[in-house]
Each structure stands twice: as structure tokens, then as C-alpha cells.
């Protein structure tokens, strides 16, 4: 669940970032550019920013592995 909120978040700037460089400045490329290297430092680093901040509100957290199992 938590790597599709951060593909969630990561598209959403990414695509805000361009609407405003459109509209608003050329500068706001930038942040799409912070974004896109963030990703890919992320890949070769599984560090990412977005995951500690989830971890730390709770958000995204797998369920143990015996809460959903049934016995049959």
C-alpha cells in the first residue's frame, strides 16, 4: 500500500509541477525534476523521504502475517 502512495504523491507533483511551469513560471520544472531524481536515487539507495514520513504517521503499514489467515 505505501508504494502506491508514493507513486500516488510522485505523480501528482510531478504533474502540478508541469501545469505550473505552464501557466505560472518555467521555474517550477524544478520540482519535477527534484522528484524524478528522488526516484531515482530511491531505486538504488530504498531510501525514500515519502516511506519515513508514512511510517511515521501510521500510514501503509502491512497487517501481520496471522491477523487475516483463517483455519480451515
Not at 504523491?9 to 501557466?23: D, E, K, N, P, R
Not at 527534484?34 to 501503509?60: H, M, W, Y
Request: charged share 15%; proline share 3%.
Amino acid at each position: 500500500m505505501k508504494e502506491r502512495i508514493v507513486r500516488a504523491v510522485a505523480g501528482t507533483f510531478v504533474l502540478t509541477s508541469i501545469s505550473l511551469a505552464y501557466f505560472v513560471h518555467i521555474n517550477w520544472l524544478l520540482l519535477a525534476a527534484f522528484v524524478g531524481l528522488n526516484l531515482l536515487q530511491s531505486s538504488f539507495t530504498k531510501f525514500c523521504p515519502l516511506e519515513c514520513i508514512l511510517d511515521r504517521a501510521g500510514i501503509g503499514k502491512e497487517p501481520k502475517a496471522g491477523c487475516c489467515i483463517t483455519a480451515s
